[in-house]
């Protein structure tokens, strides 16, 4: 029950934190990977099942022996992939301008603020509310191919004797179902805060 109950704080702490960005920032700014692995950490149990469930139909396997391959590959993907995919997008954030701001008067400048610094926001207090959740987006878009390769490497151990390009066709096709669900979440977030900043 104590677990549960953990797990449930632990899951709005996080959505807090994604609905009201600033009280994650300090002068130095928004890591991103602070808001994205926690959320990728709750989101893992359905993201297993419905994975799973694509793996059935698409390898024709039943349920069971899809679930643990499904589970294995995703904590990996989620564990080291979604960190490796923050740190490649980070240093090429510090490559790029080294942080710098470039602040938010153009569009363009708004452009490179979600997308080239998407990995380490530059702290706009007044606009992180809109800021991270398209940051967010942007940093999936990385997390997916990586997601992807070791998912693919994970699953063909389990399915030896199944086709290889049949496990990366199920592979890409249940990260493109889970992904799309996660850029949805990402654009509702988006839309509630537009919705509440317009009051």
């Not at 400048?109 to 987006?137: C, F, H, N, R």
Request: glycine fraction near 6%; proline fraction near 5%.
């Amino acid at each position: 029950m104590r677990k549960k109950r953990n797990y449930y704080l632990f899951a709005f702490s996080v959505l807090l934190l994604l609905l009201y960005p600033s009280f994650a920032h300090a002068d130095v700014g928004v890591p991103m990977i602070f808001l994205t692995l926690p959320a990728m950490i709750i989101a893992l149990i359905p993201i297993i099942i419905i994975e799973a469930f694509i793996f059935t139909k698409m390898l024709k396997v039943d349920f069971k022996t899809a679930y643990l391959p499904s589970t294995v590959a995703n904590a990996v993907s989620t564990i080291i992939g979604i960190p490796l995919s923050w740190a490649l997008m980070l240093a090429f954030e510090i490559l790029f301008d080294g942080g710098k701001a470039y602040g938010l008067l153009t569009i363009g400048k708004k452009v490179i603020a979600v997308t080239l610094q998407s990995a380490w926001l530059v702290p706009y207090e007044g606009d992180l509310w809109w800021m991270a959740p398209i940051a967010a987006a942007v940093g999936l878009i990385p997390s997916y191919f990586i997601s992807v390769f070791i998912e693919n490497w994970i699953v063909k151990t389990y399915f030896k004797d199944k086709d290889k390009k049949d496990i990366k066709k199920a592979v890409i096709k249940a990260n493109l179902v889970t992904y799309g669900i996660l850029l949805l979440v990402c654009a509702g977030i988006l839309a509630y805060q537009f919705a509440v900043h317009k009051k």
